[in-house]
């Protein structure tokens, strides 16, 4: 399985500037841009941050995935001489044509990233990363991130999930290019449900980008494409190893069938010519790789019968057929069946190969379906999911914000009337807290200028959305959460690739307590401001509603 | 509103060459293709069909697009040495070399697409494209035509509801790109609901290719990132059309707010100073495009009163004050304060420029919040829509496939145990009925070799879905829903810019009759069979139940 080699990284990038260009992103980006650059502001140092409100799918965690894009368009962040003239014909005729000179001329290279390493367990409200800037340009890039991050984010989240309902053995397949928000959209799906915990992709150019192992064999359309045994060509096959003369595989596989339906009291008027010449074409083609969806017409009746006569056939010449697909019906009623057939014809017709036949199953898998799945007897060893993987049917959409918190060195906040929609103010560093087992349990939201929390040492703070009730922790240990990936408009921390984050994913979701991991109702993952932190809050909100007395000042 | 313009083509032709590389497909598409290139059929003419099984949203209709796309991907349809190099990677060792040769000399020469047009209304199971070719290479387009008009339909379809639950005259604003799957999903988003009837896109890069209408000016960031009122740089602003000395716009607007603080007894110690300094700014850069968001701290205590005396402001120095944005809370009840005062104010200081003032809202909006929000007495004249828009909430996939039908004249068909799964078999063409008033009321699919329905003659059929219960109609006209577009690997139809689909989705749901049209429990609109294709489909499912006496024969 071969990614595209050296080349990879340089295409990748170019790839993510020709997906992201700077503009796409809303106009407002542009307007506040420019009236920050009249009010002579566009300078100031200001600091955003990227979070999200609430764990996706119901659950107690989400997985961060996206940042790799997010490096890779911060270090090529800038406009042609065709996006600038674009913008002139949409932006008010007021604006200052020297705008558009400071446009063409803006690049990343005031702007620093600090951020969650990417594949790590977060949490809702917890700020993932941290970018810092001058005031237009941090701005600038708020959609693009949240854009790559978001979907990322989901779909990683949506796959671990999928993952831990499979439990850690079965494979994980994703097949959902064709019900993605379009092409894009199903090489980010196929990428981040990889990270998440997929083992196999359907999709080549995934493969062929990120280097994620490709499966897949065949559809029912190649299945009713042949109705009749004529139309297998060539009729013969050479045995793996021994004999150099062709053998006629369509004389063996009837006699095979005869017997197989002898065994099973299957009725030969009822099964497929059409489908067993499809599965002979490819066994012919693929003799090594035989594994034919075998529901085109009925399972039982025609599907099962003409794979294990097909199968006997290929092992009589000493290859090896690999199993079979079912795309419709009970899968696991279906898997137990196919098993018990297979292990039928292993011992009466002595083929240890139908020992380690694998059973795939594909029919609109969804969480739910994956659980019950994974909670009767089946004998299905690798499960295919598309639609509801790639779509994040239950929620599409992870609702990432990216929200100022610090300009010019003083900290800002909104204050809405929806308390869901305040923001918390202020440069920040993130510790997680871990208990005696290794386990997290808090992740702490500190000011940037305060010492970190230390192990072993009790510790007061006020868990988020709680208002005002303190709590005090003793951390077993303490890890800072972020770390500092680009450094005015340098990357600074090794890029991962899909195969490293994915691993991340799994180590991350290990140290997770089960409660929290649980896919319904989980217990709920503590986050909580630091004292300092809170008082700033509460200092704010207070200054806030006796604020001024500007209007009468003057 | 200029769009890129003169290369806009080649280059969108370009940029789904790169969105949709050849290998942008399933695994199987290839393994297939070998298959079949093996035992000699890759040449055997072949049709396949597209449609999708269930109308989207629990709703009567959807709206067909993404044939454009398509369009530019089959012309462009071609593997490069890169490809099949990556290919040779993936596919079994048993792989035949001469296959790749035969890969790297494809195209699309001998392809044939006919296609209903881009922005008609479609209804579940009527093919909406017929791909006719040689086996091997119709095979290998599956997946991205289904990628390509899958999510264009799908959300095209849901703007196309927006729509109608907005009612004709409201604007909409599409401004999804941060909630899509990833950056292309996000285009494809803006693209395809200003088809399905939004007027404006917050996307820049969706106005700079497609040429859609931007709109934009400030997020709660811009606001909160001000403090005081000194930040405002600078202070002074030139009357439109008078007197050129600079005015102090800050005493000005101070004067305005202690006048409008008396008219609607507000408290200027609630007035955020940091707020008005934003208000300010902006309107100093932008005098004729003064729209700002009003909730960043409170409404009615705050955003109101300082936009009031920022607008009052402008219009004493002639220009022209927009509006404002509303983005949480009862977005009904807050635009009829809001109206109420701008009409006090008009009335009270004179200024009839208060009488135009836009209020757009953006909060979460659904459907189903759009259908509420049109009910209620509500002020609100542009509605942004993001998240449920572009993910399509309610159903994030349409679920088209894709279907054999044909091979070398003889007509094909799965069937199923699943009555659901099952084909109808043959090369088709599909006429839609419309009764005196000229809405259409049965699409009807016939064997393409059929003498088309007549206008004013009755005619039997078989509704879709029902079995063998026959039903008689008169058609008052007959229209011929599909049209080859691409011929023997040629465009030769002419490709429809946005607008012209847009025009086009709309004039097609006019002539749809109401009841269609209903949001929930919408009547079912009639697809049936022509008796000739009942007869085959009877005659197929008769003989694939007494087929074979093959296995008996030799």
């Known amino acids: 399985m071969a990614a595209a080699s050296s080349d990879t990284r340089a295409a990748m990038e170019r790839s993510v500037r020709e997906r992201v260009p700077p503009l796409l992103t809303d106009l407002y980006q542009f307007t506040m841009a420019y009236a920050y650059w009249r009010t002579g502001r566009h300078q100031e140092p200001a600091v955003f941050e990227l979070f999200f409100r609430d764990n996706p799918f119901g659950g107690g965690f989400s997985l961060f995935a996206g940042l790799h894009d997010c490096l890779l368009f911060l270090r090529t962040f800038r406009f042609t001489d065709e996006d600038v003239e674009f913008l002139r014909s949409v932006l008010p005729p007021a604006t200052d044509p020297a705008f558009f000179q400071f446009l063409r001329g803006l690049d990343c290279s005031g702007v620093t990233l600090r951020s969650v390493p990417e594949g790590s367990v977060v949490f809702a409200r917890v700020p993932l990363m941290e970018v810092s800037g001058p005031l237009a340009v941090v701005q600038l890039l708020e959609t693009s991130l949240l854009c790559l991050v978001n979907y990322a984010s989901l779909v990683c989240s949506n796959a671990g999930r999928f ?35 997929f083992d196999l992709t359907s ?188 779509t994040c049917t239950r929620q599409p959409s992870l609702g990432c914000v990216y929200k100022l918190v610090e300009v010019r060195g003083r900290p800002r906040m909104k204050i809405s009337e929806d308390p869901e929609k305040s923001t918390v103010p202020g440069r920040k560093a993130v510790y997680r807290l871990l208990d005696a087992e290794g386990h997290p349990f808090l992740d702490l939201v500190c000011l940037a200028v305060e010492s970190p929390p230390e192990a072993g040492v009790s510790l007061s703070c006020y868990p988020l959305m709680c208002d005002d009730s303190r709590l005090s922790v003793i951390p077993a240990q303490v890890t800072c959460l972020r770390q500092e990936v680009f450094t005015k408009g340098r990357v600074t921390h090794p890029l991962s690739s899909a195969a490293e984050t994915r691993v991340k994913v799994q180590t991350s979701l290990q140290t997770l307590h089960p409660r929290h991991k649980r896919l319904q109702e989980p217990d709920s993952y503590g986050v909580a401001l630091s004292e300092e932190l809170h008082h700033l809050l509460t200092e704010i909100r207070k200054g806030s509603s006796n604020n001024s007395s500007f209007l009468l000042a003057n």
């Open 163 to 197: 993952r831990l309902a499979a439990g850690p053995r079965r494979k994980l397949l994703e097949m959902g290019l064709r019900r993605a928000q379009g092409p894009d959209g199903g090489l980010t799906a196929s990428r981040y449900t990889h990270v998440g915990g």
């Open 203 to 390: 999709n080549v150019q995934a493969g062929f980008l990120y280097g994620i192992p490709v499966a897949g064999t065949m559809a029912h359309s190649y299945v009713t494409s042949f109705s009749s045994l004529e139309e297998v060509r060539p009729q013969t096959l050479v045995a793996r190893n021994g004999d150099p003369d062709p053998v006629d595989v369509i004389s063996l596989t009837k006699g095979w069938l005869r017997r197989v339906c002898e065994l099973l009291g299957g009725e030969p008027g009822k099964i497929s010519e059409g489908e067993l010449a499809a599965f002979l074409s490819y066994a012919i083609a693929y003799p090594q790789n035989f594994l034919p969806v075998i529901d085109s017409y009925s399972v039982g009746r025609s599907g099962l019968l003409n794979f294990c006569a097909v199968a006997l056939a290929l092992c009589e010449l000493d290859y090896r057929p690999v199993g079979v697909r079912l795309d419709s019906g009970d899968l696991c009623r279906q898997s137990v069946d196919v098993r018990r057939v297979f292990r039928l014809c292993s011992e009466h017709f002595s083929v240890s190969a139908f020992d380690s036949l694998i059973i795939v199953g594909t029919n609109n898998i969804t969480e739910q379906s994956m659980v019950e799945l994974n909670k009767k007897e089946n004998e299905i060893d690798v499960v295919g999911v598309g639609t509801h993987l790639v």
